[in-house]
């Protein structure tokens, strides 16, 4: 790595190569089970959108459907803006590698700081910020088993402190709670809307907490970025309600070190694979 380039933002990283068409490099390192991790694909495709509308750089909400499996090497992005008018722009993106569309997107931009400015009222929240333990007591997945690890190279690019009582999976004994929670943050910086699209994807299915261990594919994650989060730890929840169908869906909340829910996902995933 270059000095001063920090890990996330080289993986990220995209150049234009045509109007609405920029190539990016999918980076090993956030393999996860059968394919690179969606939440940093997303990431990817976010990026380019952020350098296609300079005037409105922040996602306010992205959905993205998965058609199938990346794998880390070139890629391409291509964009179409379908409005960009007033405080917000809609545009599509696909993120292809070779003639496979990997996954497609619908996106919402516009300039966070705007329109926290031009705000009425005061905030109504009656979501709970998640109760972790100290992090002292959390569970690091650096003691995840090896099996999981070599299966998930992704784990390396981060922090995540796992609640101690959301981590009995691990030792084959699942708490059938359907959450999951920790503390996160990325090695190497502090947390902005771009990352808190991957972290949105971070935390192990919490099909885990089922009992299901194995890749649990996603077919299709929807973020909704609030606030920009201030610097620090994160804390992160998700937690499942409906397995049926050979299908689960999961919600997930992102809290910053403020105490201010930042960002929220909502994705529909497939009942897991057993990993290799």
Not at 190 to 213: I, Y
Not at 231 to 241: A, H, M, S
Request: hydrophobic share 40%.
């Amino acid at each position: 790595m270059s000095e001063g380039v920090r890990e996330f933002d080289r993986d990220v990283a995209v150049t234009r190569v045509d109007e609405g068409v920029y190539e990016a490099d999918l980076a090993p390192g956030w393999v996860v089970g059968g394919g690179v991790n969606g939440g940093y694909l997303l990431a990817v495709i976010a990026n380019a959108l952020r350098h296609h509308l300079p005037a409105k750089p922040d996602p306010v909400s992205i959905s993205a459907y998965y058609a199938s499996a990346s794998v880390p090497g070139p890629a391409r992005v291509r964009i179409e803006v379908k409005r960009d008018g007033g405080s917000l722009a809609i545009a599509a993106a696909g993120l292809w590698q070779g003639d496979e569309l990997r996954l497609t997107t619908l996106a919402q931009y516009a300039d966070l700081d705007r329109l926290t400015a031009t705000a009425w009222g005061t905030p109504h929240v009656t979501a709970r910020e998640p109760e972790l333990p100290d992090r002292e007591r959390c569970v690091p997945t650096a003691l995840a088993p090896a099996g999981f690890r070599r299966a998930s190279p992704m784990l390396d690019r981060f922090d995540m402190l796992v609640h101690p009582d959301q981590i009995g999976w691990a030792v084959g004994e699942p708490g059938h709670g359907g959450t999951i929670s920790a503390w996160f943050r990325h090695h190497d910086r502090e947390p902005d809307v771009l990352s808190l699209l991957q972290v949105l994807d971070a935390l192990p299915p919490v099909t885990f907490d089922l009992g299901m261990p194995g890749w649990a594919p996603t077919l299709e994650l929807t973020c909704h970025l609030r606030h920009r989060p201030a610097p620090g730890w994160l804390k992160v929840t998700q937690t499942t309600r409906n397995l049926s169908g050979g299908m689960f869906e999961e919600d997930c909340e992102v809290w910053d070190s403020a105490g201010v829910l930042v960002a929220q996902a909502r994705q529909l995933a497939r009942q897991p694979r057993p990993l290799a």
